[in-house]
Structure formats: structure tokens, C-alpha cells
């Protein structure tokens, strides 16, 4: 996708934020002096996403990307760090004014099947943010659940139907559809097709990109395929053990990656050309667990260029060239 402008202001920046869970220990474990164990999922991340912009977000299964999306919106709350939307801190809003920010944010979940309560209609699925944010009065309801069903390309027909009446592209159709009835600014889009058919996977795609330049929505797209964050985003983050390691355009990143591990999961795309039969380099060994993150730098025991400093000091994500940012003491700006 083309680059989007990003000197203006972000529509949503996130500064140092982090979350941390722990793990439950048994009553027996606890009389045997066993301590609880903390799993660090969302390390200091500082990310900006610029209104109109879809940021994609991706990494292996585990790294915290849906844990970031998360925190972003307060269904999780962070351990500490800042979401500023439209310059106001999100973390610190409460009462009514909260209800009324939430509104502004909004998520597609990865599931349909569990994200839709199986006891309400279509209708009142939808029509109850309408409600609840005051979008529209009760006899308007019906008509505004109507146009929501247009808009994500589902017939009307379907207004009184249960979720399990729906085929898995419908249902992600109307979570869509349910994220977009309180006129949302944002959107974190948390694997919204993994559990689709390909076939389906693309119609809701377009969909998505369709809408997003239809009602200048600015989206956080997280997903573990590659392929499909290359066909969507303007910008691309990569996340491991928690950290943002790579951000930056795009086309860039896909031309040429900068991080060992960026490098190495497009290294292990699968090659289109039957005829390209060049073996790819796989990543070393398993991802750390995030109970016991390795010192300095977190990829280190993976690298296969890890020097005794990325043993030592932790690298800072920091600018490179052309809007570029890395986490990695060995990668140099090129003009230096």
C-alpha cells in the first residue's frame, strides 16, 4: 500500500507502555514456598498512528500483539505508559466522559463465534451501541441497524437472524458492522480473518479497506500473516517478546528488512515461483519464554550475527533512514 503522510499529528500515540501478568500459584504450591511468576507481555512499547492510517502489527504467536491492541483500549489495563487519542490520555479519563471516549475506539475481535452473544438477534447486537452511546433513539434503531448491514455488505434480511443462522464471514460482518454503529475514529482489528475461509478472508479485506478510506477510519491491523499486512498497511511494526524490534514503510520493510528477525520471517515466506527452490534460513531455536526474557537484547540466543554487547545492553528503537526505526545495536544508519 502507499506510504501515508506522517508529519502531521498522530491521531494516536502510545508512550512506554507495558503490562505484566501473573500466574496464579496452587494452594499447595504456596505451602511448598513456590512464588508467583510474572509474564512480561507488553514491554515499553512507543508507537504514533496518524489519522487514515492502517498500522500493521505483527510477530510470532505469543510476542503480545494482541495484548498491546488490548491495553490500547483499556480492556486490559497497563502496568504503566501513556494512550494519548486526539492529545487527551486515555488511561487517565473515567466516569462518563470514559463511556463516551470509548466510543471513538473500537475493536474487531478474531473470533465471531465468541465475540457475538448467541442469545440476541442481529439486531439487537448492533443496535444496543446505538443505545447505549446514544447514536440514535429506539424508533431509529431498526433503520440505523438496517444502513450499518448495507454498509458491511449484508443484506437487511438478516436483522433478525441469531449469530448461529450466520455463515463465519456474516458473523465477522456484523462484529464489523457492531464496531462501526458509534461512528468510531479507531479500530483495532485483532485477527479479524485468520478464522475465515481464504475466499472469505480477501471479501473482508477489501472490505476493511474499503470502508477505511470511505469513512477515514484510522486502523491498528494485527495479524500473523505476512502476506496480507504487506497488501494493507501503510506502515509495518514488528513485535517480539513484547518490544516493538522494526517499524517502518511498508514496501520498505518487505523490500528490505532490517532486523535479523524481520529478515528471517520473510526469509520463510513461501516462495510463489516453483522454480525459486533457495532454501530459507529458519530461525534458531524457540522463542525465549516471556517468564524469563534474556538479558540485553531478547532475540540474542536466536541471532545468528549476536555479538557479546546484544548479550549485555538492551538495544533502544531508534531512527535509521527514510522513517525507519530498529532495535538493534548491528544496523547502522547508511549514510554514517
Do not use: W
Amino acid at each position: 500500500m502507499s506510504a501515508i503522510d506522517t508529519g502531521g499529528q498522530p491521531l494516536v500515540q502510545i508512550r512506554d507502555l507495558s503490562k505484566t501478568f501473573t500466574q496464579k500459584v496452587s494452594v499447595i504450591n504456596r505451602l511448598l514456598g513456590k512464588k508467583p511468576e510474572y509474564v512480561r507481555a507488553v514491554h515499553g512499547v512507543d508507537l504514533d498512528i496518524y489519522p487514515g492510517e492502517t498500522l500493521g502489527l505483527v510477530g510470532e504467536s505469543g510476542c503480545g500483539k494482541t495484548t498491546l491492541g488490548r491495553c490500547i483500549l483499556r480492556l486490559y489495563e497497563p502496568d504503566r505508559g501513556q494512550v494519548l487519542f486526539d492529545g487527551q490520555d486515555f488511561l487517565d479519563v473515567r466516569g462518563p466522559a470514559l463511556r463516551q471516549m470509548r466510543s471513538k475506539l473500537q475493536v474487531i475481535f478474531q473470533d465471531p463465534n465468541s465475540s457475538l452473544n448467541p442469545r440476541l438477534q442481529v439486531s439487537q447486537i448492533i443496535g444496543e451501541a446505538c443505545l447505549v452511546h446514544g447514536i440514535c433513539s429506539r424508533d431509529e434503531v431498526k433503520g440505523r441497524v438496517e444502513h450499518l448491514l448495507n454498509t458491511v455488505g449484508l443484506s437487511s434480511e438478516m436483522i433478525d437472524r441469531f449469530p448461529h443462522e450466520l455463515s463465519g464471514g456474516q458473523r465477522q460482518r456484523v462484529g464489523l458492522a457492531r464496531a462501526l454503529a458509534v461512528e468510531p475514529k479507531f479500530i483495532v482489528a485483532d485477527e479479524p480473518v485468520s478464522a475465515l475461509d481464504v475466499s472469505i478472508q480477501a471479501q473482508v479485506v477489501n472490505l476493511l479497506m474499503d470502508l477505511q478510506e470511505k469513512l477515514n477510519l484510522t486502523m491498528l491491523f494485527i495479524t500473523h500473516d505476512l502476506r496480507l499486512v504487506h497488501y494493507i498497511s501503510h506502515r509495518v511494526a514488528v513485535m517480539y517478546l513484547g518490544s516493538i524490534i522494526e517499524l517502518g514503510p511498508s514496501e520498505a520493510l518487505f523490500e528490505r528488512p532490517l532486523h535479523p528477525y524481520s529478515k528471517a520471517l520473510l526469509a520463510a515466506l513461501p516462495k510463489i515461483d516453483p522454480r525459486d527452490r533457495a532454501k530459507a534460513a529458519a530461525i534458531q531455536g524457540e522463542p525465549p519464554s516471556p517468564i524469563h526474557i534474556p538479558s540485553g537484547c531478547s532475540f540474542h540466543p536466536r541471532c545468528p550475527i549476536a555479538t557479546e554487547r546484544c548479550k549485555i545492553d538492551e538495544p533502544e528503537l531508534r531512527p535509521i533512514d527514510g522513517g525507519r526505526m530498529v532495535a538493534c545495536h548491528l544496523v547502522e544508519p547508511e549514510h554514517s
